[in-house]
């Protein structure tokens, strides 16, 4: 059973009432386990393999290389390549470009057109990942989650890039980074550049594989994490703080580790604006790197928010 009747044009009916608030324990109970469950074991696990298997060489290159492919993914592949909540030059698309790359979640055209579906569908019939896809309820919304979080990556069909995506499709260059064998190389390197900086660093194989494991595997692992946690748990219970036409929620436990994405009420209400932290107190990292970009004269035209638009759909 899905939740939502599918999009005729611009009108969409209604949404069930399903609000944060009505949302029974049992299944809040559920959301943490199956999204927060995953990480507190790979934290838990640190102390066991301190000092064999982990040290402050993979901690710092962890620490040196995941809000380099966050960044990616959240300045990038979002605000800039999705909703053109600004223009770069030449140089930083395609950096930013590669950083997205590395974070293992698809090359950016593709990876694009999904999320323009998502918001065009946000929550209703044709959205690639709601959680609310099968219904209320312990069980729907454990199906729900699993499919927003990561279930939905094995679909058999894909988001037709040429609908939603066409502009990319006229970039050059990131339709080279598409190419399969182009892509590989990008992927292969957010292994590699962690493995080669351990082995200098420790100057041992040792180094190497450590490195390669916890600020290679494990920093995709968490990274990749993080941005499912915005699919799934942010569009299940948060706070509302400002109008949109489905369930998407802020989650401040979220905003560091996801640079400011998890402000993701805010981005469904004005989705091209580059800052989603816009309240007093939420903390958005990748805004403040446009800003800095913008001081540098790298990025020009960005969509900082709009009071007026702010104040508009602001829910007092």
Not at 11 to 40: H, M, Q, T, Y
Not at 56 to 78: K, Q, S
Not at 92 to 104: F, S
Request: with cysteine; aromatic share 14%; proline share 4%.
């Amino acid at each position: 059973m899905t939740v939502g009747v599918a999009e005729l044009g611009n009108n969409r009916a209604p949404l069930p009432d399903i609000s944060p608030k009505s949302v029974p324990l049992v299944e809040r109970v559920s959301v943490v386990f199956f999204v927060v469950g995953p990480i507190v074991a790979v934290l838990t696990s640190v102390p066991f393999f301190w000092g064999w298997g982990l040290g402050w060489t993979d901690i710092a290159i962890f620490a040196l290389l995941y809000p380099l492919t966050a960044l990616g993914i959240t300045v990038g592949y979002h605000r800039l390549f999705t909703h053109k909540s600004f223009k770069a030059k030449r140089w930083l698309r395609v950096t930013l470009a590669i950083l997205g790359g590395q974070a293992w979640q698809g090359s950016v055209i593709f990876w694009v057109a999904d999320h323009r579906r998502h918001h065009k569908y946000a929550d209703q019939e044709g959205d690639p990942h709601s959680p609310w896809a099968f219904g209320p309820g312990v069980w729907g919304l454990t199906k729900g989650l699993f499919h927003a979080h990561m279930g939905w990556l094995f679909r058999k069909h894909r988001t037709s890039r040429r609908k939603y995506a066409p502009d990319l499709l006229a970039d050059k260059d990131l339709v080279l980074m598409q190419r399969n064998d182009v892509y590989v190389l990008i992927a292969a390197t957010t292994l590699l550049i962690p493995m080669g900086l351990g082995a200098l660093l420790t100057w041992s194989w040792h180094g190497a594989v450590t490195a390669f494991f916890w600020a290679g595997l494990l920093r995709v692992f968490a990274g990749d994490h993080v941005t499912f946690s915005i699919n799934s748990i942010c569009h299940v219970f948060g706070k509302e703080h400002f109008q949109t036409r489905d369930r998407s929620r802020n989650v401040w436990w979220l905003a560091i580790s996801s640079f400011g994405e998890s402000w993701h009420n805010l981005h469904h209400a004005d989705p091209t604006s580059a800052r989603h932290g816009v309240l007093k107190g939420q903390i958005d990292i990748s805004a403040r790197v446009i800003w800095l970009f913008e001081k540098f004269g790298w990025v020009w035209d960005v969509r900082w928010p709009d009071e007026e638009r702010l104040a508009a759909k602001r829910i007092y």
